[in-house]
């Protein structure tokens, strides 16, 4: 086929070539793109089960293919940040393209600087050292409960909920409420009110406690905190209870409520507890 246009275009395409390198070479990429192959994007959404409801960020969002398969397998909305124009160019065209431009937006930003308090689901290929960097705003800028799904690379001691390995390594954390310190719980028996101390360790989801109360000391047996979702067992062995306690509840900020179940077959019941932050001092 012949060159249509002759040297001249070529010229042309050639210093446009190096424009556009030019301005890419501005920006400080701390990751090269690299797409997410679409199985592994298939299980990043499945693994964080993205619905209708969500608002998808896809932190470094590439060609788009995350946020766009999230729109149009999942009906999710949401928002993708690239620090590259021509990758956001591309995908805001391949949103149009496949129908979505209404759900999902793409803006041409640094990871690093863009709020992501409104993600209800967060998608990352980044790389290890950009993860961990990230970590601590993944723990407290978003809300407990928030799904964080991750190609390829962990973070570190902070221990995925789920893990996949469909093609590559997928990983699933759910941002879990921030429930170390002292709570009083108290519980509304037929006899009366019944109050425990509970004193709470946390590390990222792993809790562990003790409960005091009548002057003695139990564990908290089964403790497990999923993003606001708490459950623990007290054994209440004085005279008054006799019988471990089944605690299952949501965590919004300093109250704790839910309901234990007590007993077992004929004499199970439900009574709703509920519980306060003590201040520390306290
Ligand atoms: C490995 S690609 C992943 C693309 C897409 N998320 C996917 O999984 O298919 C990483 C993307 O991060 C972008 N990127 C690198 N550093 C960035 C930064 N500081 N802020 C925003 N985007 C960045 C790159 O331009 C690239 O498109």
Known sequence: MAWRGGPARGFFLAVMFLAASAARAQFNFDVPFVPTPYPVVEEMLRLANVGPADFVMDLGSGDGRILIAAARK???RGVGVDLDPDRIEESNYSAQIQNVSERVTFEQ???????ISQASVVTMYLLPS???KLRSRLLNDLKPGTRVVSHDFDLEDWQPDQKSTVRKNVFLWIVPAKVEGHWRATVAL???ERSYRLEIRQKF???DGLARYDKKVAGLWNPKLSGTHINFVIVDDSGFLESNLYFEGEVAADVMEGTIVRGIGSDRRSIPWRAARIPQAQ
């Open 74 to 76: 999942f009906g999710a």
């Open 190 to 192: 037929p006899a009366g």
């Open 109 to 115: 930003q640094d990871l690093f600087k863009f709020d």
């Open 205 to 207: 989801q792993e809790i």
């Open 130 to 132: 950009v993860n961990m």
